[in-house]
Each structure stands twice: as structure tokens, then as C-alpha cells.
């Protein structure tokens, strides 16, 4: 008998994980974690990348089976897996695994989610089918290290097998089953940088088609449609084709034992994760309080490296790039005492405060914060007024890092906020109370109704 490989070993992993092996933490973890995916997944039902996107599978059509969530309609599992998938990256809101430097909510939890409906699936196997596809992705986000991360955008990427896992676990495959279906995954996943620096919509295809193509490989194996089996560790296998300094045995390590998506941020920002740390330490060395653009001579802001070579590029030139830029975060944090997603528009762009301001900062990369990426994402940052002051902030674990997580109560306002205009209160807290007793929903294809 030929010896197991990594996907063989996960997939044992995934096949015999149960609720009952999750801690009630863990278990309140993952609520958490669906609960700001949701938030997210209707926020994004207003831009125009959600709006084509919706376009684009309303003429698909398709059976009625899963939920759309940002229309609210029902399609075939596989394009609700699309859709939702993408809306829930959109206002850059979604959650992050920072060793991995990973989103894993965007591309398992739409693909699980549109299973577990499509199944008429218990609160509890989607409570333990999420946890099998985080841990999935983020070890397979592990190993490959940060190297894959300077061309791939791990979110696709690694979470295409995260996808398939989670899909793959609702529908109860076996081991062989799970093993074909991350071969199948592997060799469909992909999603690469080049968009970022044209603000092209790629960003949201990403989580969108990883989701998609989880659910697709999934259902492909539970059909006998076989997956290369060394997929992550063949000599033509996903490591060595995306990665210069993978190690393999992060994939295995502790698996079953140490579950590493305990380690999941929840945005407080709605900007991507790398300007996180610098925005925070701008609100501690002013206390939070907005500074006027006048009395500010200079702003240092030290970040790692690997911010820079990620975000160094990018100008403002738009809402959503703006979400990319050092400089219009901190200046935003500066100016008004918030990054929040009102604080992303067309007339903050032209804002001639904001604008000066940025003109005032100077972004440095510094080793020593980035020694220990992406196990820390710090930042330090030195205001100079004009009355001759130096404000100094240091961050090294951000608001919503599990290190200094939300509260309940924090969690419950962002979701209220992220989705007012959309959700009528009595609708947003319905979906908070179902989501937080999600443990004992018989059929989570009854989860949204209520609210819809």
C-alpha cells in the first residue's frame, strides 16, 4: 500500500472530526466567525462588482437551493457559493488569519454555507463543517509560507481547498472522497496580485470562484471523479509551484490536537489588514481624538517590509483602493479618530485636509517589526506638531486580533452597522440571535427566512 500523503492525513482529519470534539470555545469561536461573515456578505450587495456578478447569475438561472444573500433570491449551490463569496470580501470587513495570511471566511464559508442549505444541514454539522475548513486551509496557508503570498493571493488560493473540505464534510464523503476532492481543489486554485495595482475586481472573483470551485470539487468526488492525491506535496504539486520556501509539515502539525483557526481576527477596520496596526497606532498616540491638519507638521509611520512591497504601490485613486493605502488610512485615523467604512467614499478622496495630510507622512519599513511576520503585524508611529510635540503609538496586536479581540457587544454593533440601510434592525437582530444559537438549528436552510 503506498504511503498516505498530506491530503490523505487531512482528509482522515476532516472525515472524523465531530461537534462533540470542539470545546465550547471553540464552538462560540466559529459563531463569531460566521456571524461576521454574514455582516459582511450583505455589505457588499451594493457595489458594482456584486451587481455585475448578480447580473451575470441571474441569467445563469438555476435550481432554488441555496441563498443569494445579497439579493436574497435562491439559486443552484455552486453560483450562491459565487456570489457570496464575493459580496463578503467587498467591504474589506471579513476576518483574517495572520500566520497564514489568510481571509478564510470569504472563500469556506460561502461554499459551506450554500452545502449546508442545499443538504438541509444541522446548525451543528455547520458549526463542525467550518471548523474542518478553516483548519484545512490555514495549515495548507501555513505551509506554503509567506513567499506564496509575494504572487498568490492565499485567500484563492489556499482557500479553495478550505472550500472543498467544508463542502465536502457537509456532504459527508469519506476518506477517499475528501482526498480526490482537494486534489481537485488544488488544481483549480489560483488568484494572483497583478489586479491589485489596477484596482481591477479580481479581488472579489478570488473568494468567489475558491468558494465555488470548493463546492464543484466536492461534489465531483461524492460522484467517483477522481483528485491527484500528492496534490499539495508531487513534485508537480501545489508547494513547488507556488512557493519558494514551503514546509510541509506545517500542514500535519498538531492536526486533530491544536486547532489553529482559533487564532481568526475580526476586522474593526474597513481597510485590508496590513494598514490595521499603523491606523491603531495612530488612534493611541492621539487617544482617538481627531487632530486638526494644520497643527501637524510630520507623520512617521514604521510598518515591516512586507506591507510595503504588498501595499507600496498603491494611490488612492478610488474608495476601494484607498482601502490599500498606508497613507489614507492613517491619515483618515488622524483626521477623524476612525477607518470606518463611511470613511471610504468619493468625497473623502477629494478631501483637501486628507490630502495634505498625506502629503505629511512618511512610511518606513523597519526589521525589527518585521522579525516575527506573519506571526505579528506591528506598527509604531510618530506624530510632529507644529507647537514642537512627538505623539508616539506602538501596536503590535491591532483591535479584533484574538490577542485584543472584540467584545460580544463590539461584535454585535459592527454587524448592526455594516449592515444599516440594508437589514431592518429587527431583521439584523433576528440573524444575530439564530447565528449565536446556531448549535441548536435543526435545518440552516431555515436560518435566513425569518429575516428576509
Known amino acids: 500500500m503506498a504511503e498516505a500523503t498530506i491530503s490523505h492525513k487531512l482528509a482522515r482529519f476532516v472525515s472524523h472530526l465531530s461537534y462533540q470534539d470542539l470545546t465550547n470555545e471553540q464552538v462560540y469561536k466559529i459563531k463569531t466567525y460566521f456571524l461576521d461573515w454574514l455582516g459582511s456578505a ?13 447580473d451575470v447569475v441571474r441569467g445563469l ?14 439559486t443552484m449551490s455552486l453560483l450562491a457559493a459565487l456570489v457570496n463569496g464575493a459580496s463578503s470580501h467587498m467591504v474589506e470587513m471579513d476576518d483574517l488569519h495572520r500566520q497564514s495570511i489568510l481571509h478564510p471566511a470569504a472563500p469556506i464559508m460561502p461554499a459551506v ?9 444541522s446548525g451543528q454539522d455547520l458549526i463542525t463543517s467550518i471548523a474542518a475548513g478553516y483548519e484545512v486551509a490555514i495549515r495548507i496557508a501555513v505551509a506554503v509560507g509567506p513567499s506564496h503570498y509575494d504572487y498568490w493571493h492565499t485567500t484563492a488560493t489556499c482557500g479553495t481547498f478550505g472550500a472543498a473540505a467544508g463542502a465536502a464534510k457537509i456532504l459527508g464523503l469519506d476518506e477517499e472522497e475528501l482526498t480526490w476532492a482537494l486534489g481537485s481543489a488544488g488544481t483549480q486554485a489560483a488568484g494572483l496580485w497583478e489586479f491589485l495595482v489596477e484596482s481591477a475586481m479580481s479581488k ?99 510598518v515591516y517590509q512586507q506591507a510595503i512591497d504588498l501595499l507600496g504601490k ?45 502629503e505629511k507622512i512618511d512610511i518606513q519599513g523597519d526589521p525589527d517589526l518585521g522579525r516575527d511576520y506573519p506571526a505579528q503585524w506591528p506598527a509604531r508611529v510618530e506624530v510632529m506638531t507644529n507647537d514642537g510635540k512627538t505623539l508616539k503609538g506602538a501596536v503590535v496586536y491591532p483591535k479584533g486580533d484574538p490577542e485584543n479581540p472584540l467584545s460580544e457587544e463590539e461584535l454585535f454593533q459592527k454587524f448592526t452597522d455594516i449592515t444599516g440601510g440594508l437589514l431592518a434592525p429587527s431583521a439584523a437582530r433576528i440573524i444575530i440571535d439564530a447565528v449565536m444559537n446556531l448549535e441548536n438549528i435543526s435545518d440552516v436552510g431555515e436560518l435566513l427566512n425569518a429575516s428576509i
Open 113 to 121: 454555507f450554500a452545502t449546508a442549505e442545499q443538504q438541509h444541514a
Open 314 to 358: 498603491v494611490e488612492p485613486e478610488t474608495p476601494y483602493l484607498a482601502k490599500f493605502s498606508i497613507p489614507f488610512c492613517v491619515a483618515t485615523a488622524l483626521r477623524y479618530g476612525h477607518a470606518g467604512l463611511r470613511d471610504f467614499t468619493e468625497s473623502r478622496l477629494k478631501d483637501l485636509e486628507i490630502l495634505e495630510l498625506i
Open 42 to 54: 450583505f455589505a457588499g450587495q451594493t457595489e458594482r462588482p456584486i451587481e455585475i456578478m448578480l
Open 61 to 74: 438561472g438555476g435550481r432554488t437551493e441555496s441563498t443569494v444573500i445579497p439579493d436574497r433570491s435562491k
Open 204 to 302: 472579489q472573483l478570488h473568494p468567489g470562484k475558491a468558494a465555488m470551485n470548493g463546492v464543484l470539487a466536492a461534489l465531483l468526488a461524492q460522484k467517483g471523479f477522481t483528485g491527484a492525491e500528492g496534490i499539495l506535496e508531487g513534485e508537480k504539486g501545489f508547494f513547488r509551484a507556488t512557493s519558494d520556501a514551503f514546509d510541509e509539515a506545517q500542514c500535519l502539525k498538531g492536526l486533530g490536537k491544536a486547532f489553529l483557526f482559533e487564532g481568526n481576527s475580526l476586522k474593526y477596520h474597513a481597510s485590508c489588514g496590513h494598514t490595521h496596526a499603523a491606523i491603531d497606532a495612530i488612534l493611541s498616540a492621539t487617544g482617538g481624538r481627531p487632530m486638526e491638519t494644520t497643527k501637524i507638521k510630520l507623520v512617521k509611520v514604521y
